[in-house]
């Protein structure tokens, strides 16, 4: 399994922005799609974004409506997530995580690696 370490969140206001990043520590990285997803409290973990390993194709949650924008730069072993025009509704736990050669799985269960997560707060 690889290390994951998720930064980069904080306390915002409502249509404010914050830059996710998650730091792998396996050289393969370039191998591994990765993706993001968020957790509230009381509700269950769930997708929010994934860049695939093969060429950085993109895919999100219908939830993120262009709001956010996944990227990654293998060169520095680090994915981003951007978060724009951000809601009440997004505060959450967010964490990212790899699937060696994965097609962009919106599925917890397909990867393999955890990061510990960064809290996201945003107030109204």
């Known amino acids: 399994q690889m290390t994951l370490v998720e930064s980069g969140g904080g306390s915002v206001q409502a249509g404010g922005s914050l830059r996710l990043s998650c730091a792998a520590s396996?050289?393969?990285?370039?191998?591994?799609?990765m993706g993001w997803f968020r957790q509230a409290p009381g509700k269950e973990r769930e997708f929010v974004a994934a860049?695939?390993?093969?060429?950085?194709?993109?895919y999100y949650a219908d939830f993120v409506k262009g709001r956010f924008t996944a990227s990654r730069d293998n060169t520095k072993k680090t994915v981003f997530l951007q978060l724009n025009s951000l809601k009440p509704e997004d505060t959450a736990a967010y964490y990212c995580?790899?699937?060696?050669?994965?097609?962009?799985?919106?599925?917890?269960?397909?990867?393999?690696?955890w990061g510990q997560g960064t809290q996201v707060t945003v107030s109204s």
């Open positions: 860049i695939r390993w093969s060429d950085s194709a993109t």
């Open positions: 396996d050289r393969t990285f370039n191998e591994y799609t």
């Open positions: 995580a790899a699937d060696l050669r994965g097609s962009g799985s919106y599925y917890l269960g397909d990867y393999e690696s």
